[in-house]
Nanobody, 121 residues
């Protein structure tokens, strides 16, 4: 089993900042991709940012230049620094981690429980 624990969501005013964290634990042999998705009410879940293996990153056009994804390999933790937040960033943010289980080396695809981010006056 692989578990993800997210933290850092909350209410912030437009133009403010938040930092999300997601720590992975359990039967992890290696991690390939760590990513953040968001889902607004009535909309599909969308990729916000991802980081692959060492440091290759990818961002949704709507957040490029405002959000930064990073990871601490030793802690199996991924972060999302969100700056210049806008009301349209309001959504539930989910962490996703893909990798291989220790021992069997089978692939896992784990999701966090989600954390609410609300950008409002």
């Amino acid at each position: 089993q692989v578990q993800l624990v997210e933290s850092g969501g909350g209410l912030v005013q437009p133009g403010g900042s938040l930092r999300l964290s997601c720590a992975a634990s359990g039967s992890i042999g290696s991690i390939n991709t760590m990513a953040w998705y968001h889902q607004a009410p009535g909309k599909q879940r969308e990729l916000v940012a991802s980081i692959v293996s060492g440091s290759s990153t990818n961002y949704a056009e709507s957040v490029r230049g405002r959000f930064t994804i990073s990871r601490d390999i030793a802690k199996n933790t991924v972060y999302l620094q969100m700056n210049s937040l806008k009301p349209e960033d309001t959504a539930v943010y989910y962490c996703n981690v893909k990798g291989r289980r220790i021992g069997t080396w089978t692939w896992f695809d784990a999701w966090g429980q989600g954390t609410q981010v609300t950008v409002s006056l």
